[in-house]
């Protein structure tokens, strides 16, 4: 009777052991041994218990290959330079700006408006005016047309109807393509112009103020 009585509380000690340490490592969040071990490659088990994932490392040819690899290179605005006939003239910054437009991309019957419009506006103003407006929506297009049309009349010259649907279209689908769709290389382009312009107005002015005529040689 007593030998059983000491097994039975050998037995319940060990039990009371067993069940101390599996509450003991619950609570401290620390995994057995061998799990630790096991999921060390995986995850790193913080002190509130929280999972956490290794950050993965690049072997290391690939790392040299991204550390190697030639940086995007942004494309930069160039404006021509201006000719100083241009500069004496200028009535306004878009004055300054190229005389032609690259069209190779654009629509034959666009292209072909084109031509009409390199002929018909070159006749009164600069078509650098035109090209670097700031107009873009066809309704301003249309009005801008309607006046420069009165004026040409005014000095004899007048524009047949297809000749201003030809403008018309040219203008606006051209606004639309340089202007908007490539809207920063345009505000690029114009920003140059303004300065150009500017620096040719503080010019003018110093001549101005020596009393020497304005549009006079350099």
């Known amino acids: 009777m007593m030998k059983a009585m000491k097994d ?3 037995a319940a000690l060990v039990v009371l052991l067993v069940l101390t ?3 003991t490592w619950r609570w401290s969040g620390s995994p057995p041994r061998d799990e630790r071990t096991a999921n060390a490659p995986l995850a790193a088990r913080s002190a509130g218990g929280e999972l956490h994932p290794r950050p993965v490392e690049a072997p290391p040819e690939i790392e040299l290959r991204l550390s190697t690899a030639p940086a995007a290179v942004k494309p930069q605005v160039v404006v021509a330079p201006t000719p100083p006939e241009k500069l004496k003239t200028a009535v306004y910054p878009a004055d300054l700006g190229p005389e032609t437009v690259d069209v190779s991309g654009y629509p034959p019957r666009i292209r072909a408006d084109y031509q ?3 002929r018909v506006c070159a006749k009164c103003h600069t078509l ?3 090209n670097y407006s700031q107009h ?3 309704a301003w297009w249309r009005l801008y047309i309607t006046r420069m049309r009165a004026r040409a009349a005014w000095k004899g010259s007048r524009l047949s109807r297809d000749e201003v649907r030809a403008i018309l279209n040219f203008l606006s689908h051209d606004s639309r393509a ?3 769709e490539r809207r920063k290389e345009f505000e690029k382009t114009t920003a140059e112009l303004e300065r150009r312009f500017d620096a040719e107005m503080a010019l003018r ?6 009393g020497r005529p304005v549009l ?3």
């Open 21 to 23: 340490a599996c509450a």
């Open 116 to 118: 009409v419009y390199a």
């Open 8 to 10: 039975f509380r050998a």
């Open 178 to 180: 340089r202007k908007r």
């Open 136 to 138: 873009v929506e066809r």
């Open 128 to 130: 650098a005016r035109a």
């Open 216 to 218: 006079d040689g350099r």
């Open 205 to 210: 002015l110093q001549r101005l103020q020596k």
